[in-house]
C-alpha cells in the first residue's frame, strides 16, 4: 500500500476500513501515529514495521478486534512506540505471542 514512503506523516482511515495488507506502512519512517478504524479485524504481518517514529498505536472504539489471531507477526518492530492503546474487546494478553511486538526498545 505505501510500505516504504517515507514522506507519508499521518494516516487517515477510513470508517469502514476492514482491513490492511501485510506491510501496508512498513518503512514509512515519517509515520508518527496511527488510530486503527473501530471496523478493522485483524493488523496483519509487519504492518508498520521500522516506522521508526511511530510512538502511538490505538484503535477506536468499540473495536472488532475479539481473538487472538487478530494480530499478525512483527507488527510494531522497529518502531519508537511509547502509547500502545486498544479496544475494550482485546481482553487476553496473548495477542502478543509469535513475536509481534519484537523489535521494541
Known sequence: ??????ALTNVSF???TKCIEPGAFDGCSSLKSLNMPSDIYAVPDEF??????????SFSEPGNLSYDQAFGDRILAGTSITSLTFPASVTSLNVFSNNTLNGLD
Open 1 to 6: 500500500m505505501f510500505s516504504g514512503c517515507h
Open 14 to 16: 477510513a470508517k469502514t
Open 48 to 57: 508498520a514495521k521500522d516506522c521508526t517514529q511511530l510512538t502511538s498505536f
